[in-house]
């Protein structure tokens, strides 16, 4: 499937004419600080060249017609727009309907329906982000081809999580978001959750390529896992304001954590509390030794981000936990760790350009032995955010 094809689909599912626009909007992979975005803390992903289509056309009546060509193709979920509350039936159409439906919240009325189709290459629930995608393409489109001028790329991503958080039920950070609507080819974005300031640094690495590997796997209670650590750390964060003038566990530097963790009566919360806070300075240190070309540095503390995810977050599992062993034991891989929110989903490393063929032989190989499964590589390209193609 392409976009053009994409075309075909959509003209034969719904006919030809009206002004039919299309759109891409990108996964994003995190390189580093996980679970950080919650917490005001920083995070450093990029926008990735695979990613979304999008087609849609207004329509004068209230009906909203949502169709994806990865799910049923031909098969279209109508909603009218007097009645957008979530129905479990809708199943994936409860992404773009909750950003018809956050934008309402918002204020921002649309004065008709539409029809509209996707198609994608994220794996889904691959830690990828490909639900942020729909939503911030969704955003896009509807700004666009409904000329709402007043949403900038940013009010885009805040929408896209606002309909996470209060239609989709998962309590996520901003970050997701964020990496796709503003996404710049060949960058990461180094953005501080605490106030949205950003920057974009360069990836220019001549020697490595950043390789995304999918376990295959998404374990079930994700999102209730999820907000559950969400939970934890604002928890955490209660008990050491009953002593400390912080707004988040991102104001803490180690010391002060250290100092005061004892403030935190349960070793479970103590723990999720130390990732918050060390991976925050992690992430911090990781972009300043890129800054200075330390990819090396950058690869430790990577392992060690993961590290941390495994056993003071516990968001990751046992086939996320191989592939990062494979990893690690294997010549030129400079760093590797699980990506995205976890339990399940992908691993990101960065692997010197020697290594990339022998790494994807060895660990195609390994991990059908140790796990019976398959997982896929791919060699991730840094693109650029939500767009309108054409
Ligand atoms: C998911 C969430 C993000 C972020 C990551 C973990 O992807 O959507 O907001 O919290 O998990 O870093």
Not at 196 to 201: D, E, K, P
Not at 322 to 330: G, K, N, P, R, S
Request: with cysteine.
């Amino acid at each position: 499937m392409d976009e053009k094809l994409l075309m075909k689909k959509f003209i034969e599912a719904y006919g030809d004419g009206g002004d039919i626009r299309t759109y891409f909007s990108p996964g994003r992979v995190n390189l580093i600080g996980e679970h950080t975005d919650y917490n005001g803390g920083h995070v450093f992903p990029c926008a990735i060249t695979l990613g979304t289509f999008g087609i849609m056309r207004r329509r004068d009546d209230s009906k909203m017609n949502f169709s994806s060509a990865n799910v049923r193709l031909g098969h279209v979920i109508t909603v009218d727009m007097s009645d957008m509350s979530y129905k479990q039936e809708y199943n994936w159409a409860n992404y773009p309907l909750g950003v018809v439906w956050a934008m309402k919240e918002k204020g921002i009325e649309l004065d008709g329906g539409f029809d509209m189709m996707i198609w994608g290459n994220i794996p889904s629930g691959s830690g990828l982000s490909s639900s942020a995608s729909i939503e911030v393409l969704m955003a896009k489109m509807i700004q666009d081809l409904y000329e709402i001028k007043s949403l900038s790329m940013l009010d885009l991503a805040l929408i896209g999580q606002y309909s996470e958080n209060n239609f989709n039920g998962c309590n996520s950070g901003i970050m997701d978001q964020f990496a796709v609507a503003m996404g710049k080819k060949d960058h990461a974005i180094f953005l501080n959750t605490a106030d949205l300031s950003y920057q974009y640094a360069p990836i220019d690495l001549a020697d490595e390529k950043i390789v995304i590997i999918n376990s295959k796997v998404k374990h079930s209670l994700v999102d209730s896992a999820y907000n559950e650590r969400r939970e934890q750390c604002a928890a955490a964060l209660k008990q050491l304001q009953t002593k400390l003038d912080i707004k988040s566990l991102g104001d803490l530097d180690i010391d002060t954590f250290e100092a005061n963790k004892d403030l935190i009566n349960s070793e479970i919360i103590r723990k999720r509390a130390k990732h918050a806070v060390y991976e925050n300075q992690r992430t911090i240190e990781a972009v300043d030794a890129l800054k200075k070309n330390d990819v090396e540095r950058f690869g430790e503390l990577m392992n060690q981000s993961h590290i941390s995810l495994r056993d003071d977050y516990e968001v990751s599992c046992e086939e996320i936990d191989t592939l990062v062993e494979l990893a690690w034991e294997t010549d030129g891989v400079v760093g590797s760790r699980i990506t995205g929110g976890g339990f399940g989903g992908c691993t990101v490393s960065i692997v010197k350009n020697y290594a990339v063929d022998k790494l994807k032989e060895y660990i195609e190989e390994e991990y059908l032995v140790k796990t019976g499964m398959r997982c896929e590589v791919y060699i991730a390209e840094i693109g650029d955010g939500t767009r309108r193609i054409n």
